[in-house]
């Protein structure tokens, strides 16, 4: 069974960073593509980022590209989320999720409809 666990949001203050982490378990991180998304309530859920360790795709959304990066460590079949001068407007939950379709994660665009998905975390930026 594929399971998705996020970690690491929290509330910061503007200016700040975090480090989100997806531990999965249940598939082999090489043969997926893992994806970052966001949603504030009322909002449509948004990409951030993907990684596709497989074929070493990545992307990053240009909303955040200049303060966010993505990393993934293959031996702990773990990826990361590094956010880099939090703005308040990245406020939102953030999930990650995996495809067994590597095509899913493009180097400019991540597609949304991701097969698992993890619980979510929230993270709060505060003035």
């Known amino acids: 069974e594929v399971q998705l666990v996020e970690s690491g949001g929290g509330l910061v203050q503007a200016g700040g960073s975090l480090r989100l982490s997806c531990a999965g378990s249940?598939?082999?991180?090489?043969?997926?593509?893992i994806g970052w998304f966001r949603q504030v309530p009322g909002k449509e859920r948004e990409g951030v980022s993907c990684?596709?360790?497989?074929?070493?795709?990545?992307y990053v959304a240009d909303s955040v590209k200049d303060r966010f990066t993505t990393s993934s460590d293959t031996a702990k079949n773990t990826v990361y989320l590094h956010m880099n001068n939090l703005k308040i407007e990245d406020t939102a939950v953030y999930y990650c999720?995996?495809?067994?379709?590597?095509?899913?994660?493009?180097?400019?665009?991540?597609?949304?409809?991701?097969?698992?998905w993890g619980q979510g975390t929230q993270v709060t930026v505060s003035s």
């Open positions: 990684i596709s360790a497989g074929d070493g795709t990545t």
């Open positions: 249940g598939f082999t991180f090489d043969d997926y593509a």
């Open positions: 999720a995996a495809s067994i379709l590597w095509s899913y994660c493009e180097e400019k665009y991540v597609h949304p409809d991701f097969d698992y």
